[in-house]
């Protein structure tokens, strides 16, 4: 099974910060690889499809990057309605695997 | 609209069996594959299980192989999660989602609400 490892588990920042959140795969997964966010008590939202390609509806600020086994999320200016936690999840193989989360908290 | 609406949990004892359903509408539905996802309280995403658009191929994870079963009604526009012998570790929130293989790549592009499912005797 490819194992999908995401950091920081959890970060605090501020209005308007630059947000990275990287994911790295046990082998290579070309890039197949998908970015959701969860809010809390809700369903996860696709954001990002494979690897850098925004999904139909969610804010540019969300922005993609990677390739093989390492990955990167990128919020350009966080906004208060992006606090949340983010998930990638790859696609190569089944099972399909999700990273483990990475909790983005106010500061 | 798309729309995913699961139904079916709630509480049942180590052991016992229970049927998740997910209601599709707003696209055509035996043009799509589909999965079930779950995530524990408090925990991550666990994929659990898929089934292709004609039910031809199916996968599940290890840890529900042999006790679960997906299956679907294309006529009826529903997906099923039949669960047996749960066990405490399967409590969780089940989401059904669509499978987006438009292009090249796999996404899931919609998700249900989500069925809470709690063993516990």
């Known amino acids: 099974d490819i194992q999908m490892t995401q950091s920081p588990s959890s970060l605090s920042a501020s209005v308007g910060d630059r947000v990275t959140i990287t994911c790295r795969a046990s082998?290579?997964?070309?890039?197949?690889l998908n970015w959701y966010q969860q809010k809390p008590g809700k369903a996860p939202n696709l954001l990002i499809y494979?690897?850098?390609s925004l999904q139909s509806g969610v804010p540019s600020r969300f922005s993609g990057s990677g390739s093989g086994t390492d990955f990167t999320l990128t919020i350009s200016s966080l906004q208060p309605e992006d606090f949340a936690t983010y998930y990638c999840?790859?696609?190569?193989?089944?099972?399909?695997?999700f990273g483990g989360g990475t909790k983005v908290e106010i500061k | 609209e798309v729309q995913l609406v699961e139904s079916g949990g709630g509480l049942v004892q180590p052991g016992g069996s229970l049927r998740l359903s997910c209601a599709a509408s707003?696209?055509?539905?035996?043009?799509?594959?589909m999965n079930w996802v779950r995530q524990a309280p408090g925990k991550g995403l666990e994929w659990v299980s898929y089934?292709?658009?004609?039910?031809?191929?199916?996968y599940y994870a290890d840890s529900v192989k042999g006790r679960f079963t997906i299956s679907r009604d294309n006529a009826k526009n529903s997906l099923y999660l039949q669960m047996n012998s749960l066990r405490d570790e399967d409590t969780a929130v089940y989401y059904c989602?669509?499978?987006?293989?438009?292009?090249?790549?796999?996404?899931?592009?919609?998700w249900g609400q989500g069925t809470l499912v709690t063993v516990s005797s």
């Open positions: 999840q790859q696609t190569y193989s089944i099972p399909r695997t």
């Open positions: 707003g696209f055509t539905f035996s043009n799509y594959n």
């Open positions: 494979a690897a850098s």
């Open positions: 089934i292709s658009s004609s039910s031809s191929t199916i």
């Open positions: 082998q290579s997964i070309s890039s197949y």
């Open positions: 989602a669509r499978e987006d293989r438009s292009g090249w790549y796999i996404s899931f592009d919609y």
